[in-house]
C-alpha cells in the first residue's frame, strides 16, 4: 500500500542553524507530496506542496523538492528560529479517484534551543 | 484558526463506554475527513465524507462509525471504548477531493481518554 517514512525524532537544533527533515515515500500512483505543520496545541496546517517530479514547494523559507527518481521530499530550512519547533509531517495523495484521504508519515518534533 | 471546530475538546471516560466526537467544517467545504492521532502509530486516516455520503475508508474500527448531516457537520462515534483508543482524534476539511489539491484544514481535535 501506499506509505510514507519520516525521519525519526526528535530533531534538536540551535537556532540560525540548518534543518533537514528526510522523508521518502511509496505510492502505487503518481502522488501530490505535502509537508503539514502542527505547533503545540493546534491541528495540522498546510506548509507547503508539490505535485510532480522535480517541483519545489516552499513557505516562510521551508524548502522541499519532490525527487521521484529517489522517491524523496526532504523538507530544508536555511536558518531556524525558536518559532519553527513544531511537529512535522510529510504527507502524499494520489489522484486515483478511489483513495481520496492523503496518507500521513509519523511526524518528526523538531525542538529549536535559543 | 482553520475554521474547523471540534467538541468536546478534551473527553475523559471508562473502558466499555460510547462517546460521540463533533465537527462543524469550514464554512463551503463539503468533505470531512477523521484521522486518528496516537503516540505508537502518529496520524492514521479513519474515514471520509462528502456531501452527506461516505467516500473512503480506512483503518476505522467496526465499534466506530461515523456520519455526515444535511448542514454538513459530522460525528463520530466510539463504541465499546478500550485502553487502546485513548488518543487525538483530529476532524479535518476541504472544499472538494484533498488528494487533488493538498489543502486538507485541520480543527484542534479532540483528545479522548480511556481508564
Known amino acids: 500500500g501506499d506509505s510514507v517514512t519520516q525521519m525519526e525524532g526528535p530533531v534538536t537544533l540551535s537556532e540560525e542553524a540548518f534543518l533537514t527533515i528526510n522523508c521518502t515515500y511509496t505510492?502505487?500512483?503518481?502522488?501530490?507530496l505535502f509537508w503539514y505543520v502542527q505547533y503545540p496545541g493546534e491541528g495540522l496546517q498546510l506548509l507547503l506542496k508539490?505535485?510532480?517530479?522535480?517541483d519545489k514547494g516552499s513557505n516562510k523559507g521551508f524548502e522541499a523538492t519532490y525527487r521521484k527518481e529517489t522517491t524523496s521530499f526532504h523538507l530544508e530550512k536555511g536558518s531556524v528560529q525558536v518559532s519553527d519547533s513544531a511537529v512535522y509531517f510529510c504527507a502524499l495523495g494520489l489522484r486515483d479517484t478511489g483513495r481520496r484521504a492523503l496518507t500521513f508519515g509519523s511526524g518528526t518534533r523538531l525542538q529549536v534551543q535559543p | 484558526d482553520s475554521g474547523v471546530t471540534q467538541t468536546p475538546k478534551h473527553l475523559i471516560t471508562a473502558t466499555g463506554q460510547r462517546v460521540t466526537l463533533r465537527c462543524s467544517p469550514r464554512s463551503g467545504d463539503l468533505s470531512v475527513y477523521w484521522y486518528q492521532q496516537s503516540l505508537d502509530q502518529g496520524l492514521q486516516f479513519l474515514i471520509q465524507?462528502?456531501?452527506?455520503?461516505?467516500?473512503a475508508k480506512g483503518n476505522i474500527l467496526e465499534r466506530f462509525s461515523a456520519q455526515q448531516f444535511p448542514d454538513l457537520h459530522s460525528e463520530l462515534n466510539l463504541s465499546s471504548l478500550e485502553l487502546g483508543d485513548s488518543a487525538l482524534y483530529f476532524c479535518?476539511?476541504?472544499?472538494?477531493?484533498?488528494?487533488?489539491?493538498?489543502?486538507?484544514?485541520f480543527g484542534e481535535g479532540s483528545r479522548l481518554t480511556v481508564l
Open positions: 479535518a476539511s476541504s472544499v472538494a477531493t484533498a488528494s487533488l489539491t493538498g489543502e486538507l484544514f
Open positions: 505510492a502505487t500512483g503518481y502522488p501530490s
Open positions: 465524507y462528502y456531501n452527506g455520503e461516505e467516500r
Open positions: 508539490a505535485t510532480k517530479a522535480d
